[in-house]
T-cell receptor, first 112, second 115 residues
Framework: KQEVTQIPAALSVPEGENLVLNCSFTDSAIYNLQWFRQDPGKGLTSLLLIQSSQREQTSGRLNASLDKSSGRSTLYIAASQPGDSATYLC???????????FGTGTQLKVEL | AAGVIQSPRHLIKEKRETATLKCYPI?????VYWYQQGPGQDPQFLIS???????DKGSIPDRFSAQQFSDYHSELNMSSLELGDSALYFC??????????????FGPGTRLTVL
């Protein structure tokens, strides 16, 4: 059974800092990996999707990398802003299936 | 661009009542997924449909049923509601993986409160 873990569970940083969120998964036979952002009580906003054949994806200040063999993905956020405060979730697409398995989330707070 | 539509956005029910949640996928998406997110929890997969047939099943209680209709919208029916069913219910849609990408796009969710 696929298990997805995110470290740290919570993170508080000053504005302007670069930061890295980690996601690890136990079964490396994944199809894709996706990073989401969730504001309190709100829906899931897709940030980046990395296909299994890719090593990384970039969108603005966000960069996500994927290392299937080691079962890890990282989300790099450059020059963090208070508006980045949210919970960040990674989710893996299984090979041969379509149900996403979500990680435990990292709750990020960027302070002025 | 059109997104996934869910209705209602909020729903309050009593224990043992029934509830029906609706999901309208992005146009041309033929696959629909349902997820449940309890308070402080990560989303858990419930069930998915492709071309009106159930394609995968997760931790969906027997009290719940779902279906996908000919216009690809989906409904999640929940009966004999329990306090523990209070959660945010997300619907997502995608193209089928054979189309080259099965990236899932999520709706805003329906917040169900059972009193």
């Amino acid at each position: 059974k696929q298990e997805v873990t995110q470290i740290p569970a919570a993170l508080s940083v000053p504005e302007g800092e670069n930061l890295v969120l980690n996601c690890s998964f136990t079964d490396s036979a994944i199809y894709n990996l996706q990073w989401f952002r969730q504001d309190p009580g709100k829906g899931l906003t897709s940030l980046l999707l990395i296909q299994s054949s890719q090593r990384e994806q970039t969108s603005g200040r966000l960069n996500a990398s994927l290392d299937k063999s080691s079962g890890r993905s990282t989300l790099y956020i450059a020059a963090s802003q208070p508006g980045d405060s949210a919970t960040y979730l990674c989710a893996v697409y299984p090979g041969g299936g379509n149900k996403l398995t979500f990680g435990t989330g990292t709750q990020l707070k960027v302070e002025l | 661009a059109a997104g996934v539509i869910q209705s209602p956005r909020h729903l309050i029910k009593e224990k043992r009542e029934t509830a029906t949640l609706k999901c309208y996928p992005i146009p041309r998406h033929d696959t629909v997924y349902w997820y449940q997110q309890g308070p402080g929890q990560d989303p858990q997969f419930l069930i998915s449909f492709y071309e009106k047939m159930q394609s995968d099943k997760g931790s969906i209680p027997d009290r719940f049923s779902a279906q996908q209709f000919s216009d690809y919208h989906s409904e999640l029916n929940m009966s004999s509601l329990e306090l523990g069913d209070s959660a945010l219910y997300f619907c997502a849609s995608s193209l089928n993986v054979r189309a080259g990408s099965n990236e899932q796009f999520f709706g805003p969710g329906t917040r169900l409160t059972v009193l």
